[in-house]
Structure formats: C-alpha cells, structure tokens
C-alpha cells in the first residue's frame, strides 16, 4: 500500500501480512493471529543521516470465556533503526457481551496496554480504556470509548489526561 505522507515528509511503502487460526473450545471461539508490518527505506534513523524502514511484529490472542466474557492480549515489537515512539507494546483486557442486559449486538470493553518507549523521547505510557460498541442496525455500530492515558518523558513533564471519542462503523 503507498501511504501518502509520514512525518519526515516522504511518502512511503507499506507492506503487512496476517496469519491467523481461530479454534472451537468448551469455553468459546479463540482467535490467535500473528501480524507482520514494514515498510519502505523512508524514514530517518535516529540521527537523521540514513533512510531506514520501520518493521513490526504482533501477536494477538482473543478468547471466548463462556457466551458473555471475553478475553484479549496483544504483544507487539518494532525495530528501532528508524525514528520510534515505542519500541514494545503490552496490552490486554476483557469484553463483556451485551446479552447480560437484553442487547446480544452491543458490547462493553475495558483495557489496558503498557507501551515502551523508543528512541525519541518517550520513555513509556500507560493506557487505561472503557468503551460501549452499540449496535445502531445491521451495517452500522456506534462505539463510545474513553481512555486515561499517562506519558513518562525521559526528560520534562509527563503529562497524562482523558481522551474521548466516537467511532461509526458502516458494513455493507
């Protein structure tokens, strides 16, 4: 995919791939995927002298624990040859089915996720997150998401504060 425009200014390549295998058991449906990302030799190095791409590797688990809970966790990396926020990437949570209030679409979901930083100048950021996915019809879902975020800067401030949004998803 060519990706219009990154922060140094260039536009650049991005190449990903998803292997992924999903299982039946007592508890419910599991998904295990493994997801590789990289791009192009369009971003600077730390030093800003060389042009390196940015590669990354994810695993992601998602369990059914029953008919009403859910479990997820996510692992992630990305080489730091190229300019990097985050380094690492840690993150779990559980997802409650809205059939417990008479609403089998709709569902409620909390996280958190703990990202280490890399060679810029974060040094990690905790984020706490609670969201309502409300199904509006059969192609549209309204999600409501509220998330606590606190940055560590390895040098200055760390600020931290809420971020709200809303997310329309349209399936046809």
Not at 66 to 92: C, H, M, P
Request: aromatic fraction near 12%; charge should be negative.
């Amino acid at each position: 995919m060519s990706v219009g425009e990154n922060e140094d200014g260039r536009s650049y390549n991005f190449y990903g791939g998803e292997i992924g295998y999903t299982l039946q058991t007592n508890m419910g449906e599991g998904n295990y995927r493994l997801i590789v990302g990289r791009t192009s030799e369009d971003f600077n190095d730390p030093q800003d002298i060389n042009k390196e791409s940015r590669t990354c590797v994810l695993l992601s688990f998602d369990q059914q624990l029953g008919k009403n809970l859910g479990t997820w966790i996510r692992f992630g990396w990305q080489d730091d040859s190229a300019k990097i926020n985050y380094e690492e990437v840690y993150s779990g949570g559980i997802d409650i089915s809205g059939k417990l209030w008479g609403r089998a679409d709709d569902n409620i979901g909390m996280g958190y996720a703990y990202l280490d930083g890399g060679n810029q100048g974060l040094d990690k950021s905790h984020v706490l997150e609670v969201y309502y996915r409300f199904l509006l019809n059969e192609y549209c879902a309204l999600t409501a998401d509220m998330q606590y975020v606190k940055d560590d800067i390895k040098a200055g401030k760390n600020p931290e504060g809420f971020i709200s949004g809303l997310r329309l998803v349209v399936k046809f």
